[in-house]
């Protein structure tokens, strides 16, 4: 149901944009996030976007990344700029989602690889 897309490979300083598209018939979708994991890491929060608007980022991003969304579309966004080779990892989307006459379930997309060479 969320299809993660835009990952690759860019230089130190560069951007990169991430797009997650959630799709499925007459669904309805409250919060969503993107996460992030690095080999050996856990998964982390990047950033999450709710219904309205209201946003929040890890302090590792803040000023450097913007998630938006566009509810017509069911599409969420993750502008990523002035990217370092921390950032490197596999990034994530997640939603909060409910089908038309269903329940609100919690839902991942396959991720999406982005490599910052130094």
């Known amino acids: 149901q969320l299809q993660a897309s835009g990952g690759g490979l860019v230089q130190a300083g560069g951007s990169l944009r991430l797009s997650c598209a959630a799709s499925g018939s007459l669904i309805s979708v409250n919060n969503m996030a993107w996460y992030r994991q690095a080999p050996g890491n856990h998964r982390e929060l990047v950033a999450r976007i709710t219904s309205v608007g209201v946003t929040t980022y890890a302090d590792s991003v803040k000023g450097r990344f913007t998630i938006s969304r566009d509810n017509a579309e069911n599409t969420m966004y993750l502008q990523m700029s002035t990217l370092e080779p921390g950032d490197t990892a596999v990034y994530y989307c997640?939603?909060?989602?409910?089908?038309?006459?269903?329940?609100?379930?919690?839902?991942w997309g396959e991720g999406t690889q982005v490599t910052v060479s130094s």
């Open positions: 997640n939603a909060v989602v409910r089908p038309s006459g269903g329940t609100w379930s919690d839902v």
